[in-house]
């Protein structure tokens, strides 16, 4: 147990285990905030991206195309990547803790107010407002937090922390379709927004800035280490105004922005385009808790490759085999090999997107930590908002997701070609 005034003594941490360095049993609070931020992003990312399995309800019960509804999703996505700066320096600013109860607090209402939609502009204002807003607070205060807490394993860390991408759709698509198949898709949306909304509160409650906050030292750091968020690991300092002037930092937002852009196409349009391949509401809902269950995987293998080859490395590999799976994924018949190619699709696309945050802090270290995932994630928001619209589009000319999906795994291997500058000179 942690003594009352919330140090804990020689907690440098080893880098093989994660308890203390001094021989100590107890866990080190870095791994709470691990903990943590993998609640946050199973509630948010879970919820929001359960999106896909609404969709047909959406088509069906109020009449518009597919282009309008993805353009909500594509709204959203602009507003969560923007609102990431300003979450991403409130977290620096005024803590996680705050910053992330607000963001769990309008997540929640937004979700919730999804039952009483009955207009486009309902949906817009909704999924692309509100909720988009609240998600603004699910990345990029947690990984700054994380980034702040691991100088060992901080790969590993990040790849947890951030899990909520794929273990949220496995947990909360299969939570969704019975909530849809029970209560209808109305009562489905206000129940998740009262049950994500709250779990995400609840877990914020245990975020903590940094580990001088505690008393502690970061995990795997050594007494006469530099302080934390001392600058970058090349050992410049960084701020959040000679990032914005550096050239690389827009090449690797544009690298990532390509990476969502076909990403996002998975994450919205893989529930209908089940359905149009032949499989029942269920099946699909077996596709997405799989995607996300290969999500993880991806995460947590790629975090472990990332420590071992560095960040930028294991990305390439990760949007590599993610075009390449990606074009199969459209071509395959039958629920077996399309079961079998979600999770593999799903490993490679998670283990991807865990690489954002590690090959941002590679290159710029963790001061201002904060603002510039926050950055990252609106440019990278703006950026992959034209994926679900561009698909929702795709299909209303051709009937049909497979053209989508392989302009999708186009442009992944575009990010894959421009990831060449992410390289300091």
């Avoid at 005034?5 to 905030?33: C, K, L, M, Q």
């Avoid at 923007?82 to 910053?99: I, K, L, Q």
């Avoid at 827009?250 to 969502?260: C, D, P, Q, R, Y």
Wanted: charge should be positive; aromatic fraction near 12%; hydrophobic fraction near 50%.
């Amino acid at each position: 147990m942690l003594p009352r005034d919330g140090r804990t003594a020689g907690f440098e941490g080893r880098p093989g285990s994660a308890i203390g360095g001094d021989g100590g049993t107890e866990v080190h609070y870095g791994w709470i905030i691990v903990a943590a931020c993998l609640v946050v992003g199973v509630c948010g990312y879970g919820t929001y991206f359960s999106f896909t399995l609404f969709y047909e309800h959406l088509v069906e019960e109020l009449g518009w195309s597919r282009t309008v509804i993805s353009g909500a999703m594509s709204v959203g996505l602009v507003a969560y990547g923007v609102c990431g700066f300003p979450m991403g320096w409130c977290a620096d600013r005024f803590g996680p803790r705050p910053t992330v109860v607000a963001g769990g607090l309008i997540f929640g209402l937004g979700t919730a107010l999804g039952s009483f939609v009955t207009e486009v502009w309902h949906l817009y204002a909704l999924y692309g407002g509100l909720s988009a807003i609240g998600m603004g607070a699910v990345w990029s205060p947690l990984v700054a937090t994380i980034s702040r807490w691991f100088q060992a394993r901080r790969g590993v860390a990040i790849s947890i922390a951030t899990l909520g991408g794929g273990a949220g759709t496995f947990f909360m698509a299969p939570l969704a379709e019975l909530l849809i198949a029970q209560l209808g898709w109305r009562q489905a949306y206000l129940w998740l927004g009262i049950i994500s909304g709250g779990l995400i509160v609840l877990a914020a409650l245990f975020l903590v800035r940094d580990p001088d906050r505690k008393g502690m030292l970061r995990y795997g750091e050594k007494r006469d280490a530099p302080a934390v968020g001392s600058g970058s690991p090349t050992g410049a300092t960084v701020t959040s105004g000679p990032f914005l002037r550096d050239m690389l930092f827009w090449l690797m937002s544009l690298t990532f922005g390509l990476w969502w852009f076909a990403g996002a196409v998975v994450y919205v349009h893989i529930a209908p385009f089940m359905i149009e391949k032949g499989l029942d509401s269920a099946g699909a809902a077996a596709i997405v808790a799989l995607f996300g269950a290969g999500n993880c995987i991806g995460r947590i293998t790629m975090g472990m490759l990332c420590d071992r080859i560095g960040a930028v490395p294991t990305y390439r590999w990760s949007i590599g085999v993610s075009a390449t799976v990606m074009i199969v994924f459209a071509l395959a018949e039958g629920g077996i090999s399309l079961y079998l190619l979600s999770v593999v699709l799903g490993i490679f696309i998670g283990g991807a997107s865990t690489q954002i945050s590690t090959v941002s802090v590679a290159l710029f270290g963790t001061r201002s930590a904060g603002a510039l995932m926050g950055a990252v994630l609106a440019l990278v928001g703006i950026v992959g908002s034209g994926g679900p619209l561009l698909s929702g589009a795709i299909f209303d000319a051709s009937q049909s997701y497979a053209p989508a999906f392989h302009a999708g795994a186009a442009v992944f291997l575009l990010s894959l070609l421009l990831s060449i500058t992410l390289k300091r000179r």
